[in-house]
């Protein structure tokens, strides 16, 4: 670990920056067009520091079979650059590109600095500003920005830092218990890590799992693979998603680019909140409706009960999306299958179940989580000491109690994660705007003494699933008032847009 990125009495008052923003995926950039386009100061500079050598941020990093937006693209996508294709969803290719040519025609990416890792963060209260400690490429021109080669340390200063870091370990995956994995001689892989180029013709595919990345991923490998397998303790509620949608077309042919994708955008967001009532208020409906929708689907040898039937009402998990009922496609082709069990032991050529079935794959894909990390694993310090960030509230969804000048980057549960990374940057913009207004430097939330003691701490995320309780455990907290995660995203970005943005927030 290096030394605290703190240099008290060093080029004081000198900042490199007035912000800096950590990572260069969907929400980094973002959060760098939010500031560039609306801030007033004519020389307002910031950069985004980027551990990898690309932008995208998981939409880089992730390569495997089919992977593609869970969500309809035309609310993943930029308010601010429409999206190009016509299809409902996107690939990661087609997401990784329209990343990269958004930061390229707003000028966002000469702002990057790749392969600049950041590994510890210093508020310094006796300068107003964070001293950022970050492993950059050496001159040599061996290292990157992870550490390797002649990779060296490097201190700069900001007045403000958001984190556009997103809760996956980029580094480590998950590591995931299943009795006897280690003794399996075929290959074992986890969809986070894709061997580039790997070849699965022709191989008996087991693919342990059942959400989005199972979801996506079974479809995608019966091109090539003999049968793909989807083995889940417990069914996820999946429903099809038309690519190419009638009114959707009709809308991308009458209008021009961007009239039709703020159209579209809108219809999406308004869907979305009346779908999240309606299974809210009436589940038993909703449940009926994803039966009938599965069921047209399956062949008549795939029953719906067990294999897609919930123990848990809808949206109390977040719902897969299939591509056209691609999953189902396959399953009526007899490409795929799926197994509900659980695991009783993996022995060298095969997984043995609980109910005594026998598998037998050439390969065993790991599709059963990822492993988290906040703020990208760098420690956060404030005059030295550390910060636990699962102790602190988060004020409006996008500032750590007690924290100074530090923005927090979390997207909704049940939308797509850009809608509230998006209120984020709005309402970190309008907080610095706000400071510079008043001649002031320094923003920092503060909790009464008497919410204090009467705050009920609730979860950032309320939808029951395994892998977001662990996020859950690491992440900051929620509560009530200005302290409430986000739930509703119409009222969440007039909140970030016109809101009030006093209310316990100290300003100095």
């Not at 021109?141 to 550490?147: E, K, L, R």
């Not at 191989?203 to 049968?227: E, F, N, Q, R, Y």
């Not at 409006?396 to 549960?413: C, S, Y």
């Not at 809608?419 to 001649?439: S, W, Y």
Request: overall charge neutral.
């Amino acid at each position: 670990m290096p030394a605290p990125a703190s240099s008290p009495g060093q080029r004081t008052g000198h900042t490199d920056f007035d912000l800096i923003i950590v990572g260069a995926g969907i929400a980094g950039i973002n959060a760098a067009y939010r500031f560039q386009t609306g801030t007033s100061r004519q020389k307002s500079s910031y950069a985004i520091f980027e551990a990898r050598d690309a932008v995208g941020g998981t939409w880089d990093l992730f390569r495997y079979p089919g992977i593609r937006s869970d969500s309809d693209i035309f609310t993943f996508a930029f308010e601010w650059n429409a999206w190009p294709k016509k299809g409902t969803m996107a690939s990661g290719a087609e997401i990784r590109a329209y990343i990269n040519e958004s930061a390229q025609k707003t000028g966002i990416y000469d702002n990057i600095r790749f392969r600049h890792k950041i590994v510890a963060a210093n508020w310094e209260s006796e300068h107003s500003r964070w001293a950022i400690t970050a492993t950059v490429p050496g001159t040599g021109g061996g290292g990157g920005g992870g550490g390797g080669g002649d990779a060296q340390l490097k201190v700069y200063y900001s007045q403000f830092m958001y984190l556009a870091t997103g809760y996956y370990d980029y580094e480590t995956p998950l590591s995931t218990t299943i009795p006897g994995i280690e003794n399996f001689q075929g290959k074992v892989l986890h969809p986070q890590f894709w061997p580039k180029d790997l070849d699965y013709t022709d191989k008996d595919v087991v693919i342990i799992g059942s959400g989005a990345t199972a979801v996506t991923m079974v479809p995608s490998m019966t091109d090539k693979a003999k049968h793909v397998t989807m083995l889940q303790r417990s069914p996820t509620y999946i429903f099809p998603l038309p690519q190419h949608g009638t009114l959707a077309q009709i809308v991308l042919f009458l209008f021009p680019r961007p009239v039709s994708h703020l159209i579209l955008r809108t219809g999406w967001i308004l869907q979305l909140v009346l779908m999240i009532q309606l299974c809210r208020y009436f589940p038993g409906i909703v449940r009926r409706v994803i039966r009938h929708e599965n069921v047209k689907r399956l062949p008549a040898e795939v029953p719906w009960d067990p294999h897609f039937n919930p123990r848990y009402n809808p949206w109390e998990q977040r719902l897969c999306a299939s591509q056209d009922g691609d999953i189902f496609a396959a399953l009526s082709a007899g490409k795929a299958s799926v197994v509900t069990d659980t695991i009783s032991a993996v022995t060298e050529e095969s997984i043995r179940l609980s109910s005594g079935t026998v598998l037998h794959p050439d390969m065993i894909v790991t599709a059963t989580g990822l492993r988290l990390s906040f703020a990208g694993g760098m420690d956060v310090t404030v005059d030295g000491q550390h910060v636990d960030q699962s102790k602190q509230f988060l004020w409006k969804g996008t500032m750590l109690q007690d924290i100074p000048n530090l923005f927090f980057t979390i997207g909704f549960e049940n939308a797509s994660w850009t809608l509230g990374c998006d209120c984020a940057a709005r309402l970190t913009v309008r907080v610095i705007e706000q400071l510079r207004d008043k001649g002031l430097e320094v923003a920092v939330p503060r909790m009464s003494a008497s919410d204090q003691k009467t705050m009920v701490p609730r979860p950032l995320f309320s939808l029951k699933a395994t892998y977001l309780d662990k996020v859950n455990e690491q992440l900051p907290k929620g509560g009530s008032g200005v302290w409430a995660p986000r739930t509703n995203y119409p009222v969440d970005l007039w909140k970030s847009t016109y809101g009030d943005i006093e209310t316990n927030l100290e300003m100095s």
